[in-house]
Each structure stands twice: as C-alpha cells, then as structure tokens.
C-alpha cells in the first residue's frame, strides 16, 4: 500500500523552539507539498518541491523553511515557533509537474506552540 | 491563476437523506478537478477525480460529481448517506501545466444525524 508517512502526529513545543516535521513518501514521486490546515481556511500551501534540492514557495512561506536532500523525504522548519504557528500541517506528494496533480496525504501532525 | 468556493461551510443532513456539497471555481485554462475527504484526525484521501471524458464521476461508496464547465462547477452529491459519511470534504484544481500543486476550497463539513 502507497504511503506518505510524517514523523510525528502531535508535537508541542515553546515560542523560540526550532521545530522539525519530517515526511516520507515510497510512491517515486517527484513532488512534495507541505500544508497548513486551519478551520475555516481550508489548506495553505506553504512550501513545495519538484525535485530534489530544489525548493518554492507557496501562498504562506514566512515563518518556514524546508529542506529536501534525497527524493523520498521533505522537512519543513519552523526556526524559531511562535503561537501562531499552532496548527495541523499535512504533507503531500504527488507525480511529475505534466501529471494530473493528484495528493497523496500524510496523516498530518498537529503542532501546539506554547 | 485558480480560486476555489465551496458554498457551504456546514451541512447538517440526517441519516439516509440525499446531500448535496457545492463548488465552483475560476480558471483561465483547462483544469483537473478532485474532491477529497477528511475523517477525523486523519490526513485527506481522494474521493473521486474529474480528469477528462465523461462529466459525471462516480466514487467506490457511492457519492458522484458533475463537471459543468458552462457553470464552472464540480458539484458533489450522495442519493442517501450514512453516518460514517461525516467528515469534511475539500474541492481542489489543478492545471496540467503546473499540475504538482493543487488550489483548494475552505472545506464543507458534512454532518449526518440519526
């Protein structure tokens, strides 16, 4: 069975902390998303990447940073947690920029800065 | 570049009564059009997918969609549902020639009562 897996599916941490959310996909795929869902708001792109160390920004990037050294895996960073990054963040992947643009989701992590 | 409105951010239905969820969206260029499903706690899954070919597209437990493009809607409908079916469902594009990322709606929660 396809999986994308994140490290980590509750996490709490204090302002000033550097925060790490790590995800992993087995499916091949070229693309990887990271998403911030909040009520109401539905599911902020923050960071995307196409291959493999190379990175772009979404809609919400300040605050974040993202790292991908190998194909499978894609961090986000949060270098110093503030309060209003409380949130649920899901990483996605999916196939090649010509392709339909279908996510496969992570079960999410749900952060808490204190 | 792409919007998505789901009409309706709650909808209270009771057990075995027809639903249904609305989205519209806006685009310049051709789209792929997805409904994706959230269970409690849980990452997003597809649900069902318009890539091209016929308008109407059915999923495995029984909710469909119809493509109009003339409207710009890819409305979501479900002749009679259960309780498993609560849950949130977020409506998302794509475009083929940027297909990796994905614009989404707020979401609709859908409630079913006994």
């Known amino acids: 069975d396809v999986k994308v897996t994140q490290s980590s599916r509750y996490l709490v941490k204090r302002t000033g902390e550097k925060v790490f959310l790590e995800c992993v996909q087995d499916m091949d795929h070229e693309n990887m998303f990271w998403y911030r869902q909040d009520p109401g708001l539905g599911l902020r792109l923050i960071y995307f990447s196409y291959d493999v160390k190379m990175k772009e920004k979404g809609d919400i990037p300040e605050g974040y940073s993202v790292s991908r050294e190998k194909k499978e895996r894609f961090s986000l960073i949060l270098e110093s947690a503030s309060t209003n990054q409380t949130s649920m963040y899901l990483c996605?992947?999916?196939?090649?920029?010509?392709?339909?643009?279908?996510?496969?989701f992570g079960e999410g992590s749900r952060l808490t800065v204190l | 570049a792409q919007s998505v409105t789901q009409l309706d951010s709650q909808v209270p239905v009771f057990e075995e009564a027809p639903v249904e969820l609305r989205c519209n969206y806006s685009s310049s260029v051709s789209v792929y059009l997805f409904w994706y499903v959230q269970y409690p706690n849980q990452g997003l899954q597809l649900l069902l997918k318009y890539l091209s070919g016929s308008t109407l597209v059915e999923s495995i437990n029984g909710f469909e969609a119809e493509f109009n493009k003339s409207q710009t809607s890819f409305h979501l409908r479900k002749p009679s549902v259960h309780i498993s079916d609560t849950a949130e469902y977020f409506c998302?594009?794509?475009?083929?020639?940027?297909?990796?990322?994905?614009?989404f709606g707020d979401g609709t929660t859908l409630t079913v009562k006994p």
């Open positions: 998302a594009v794509s475009v083929g020639t940027n297909a990796g990322k994905s614009t």
């Open positions: 996605a992947s999916s196939h090649g920029r010509q392709h339909t643009g279908e996510l496969f």
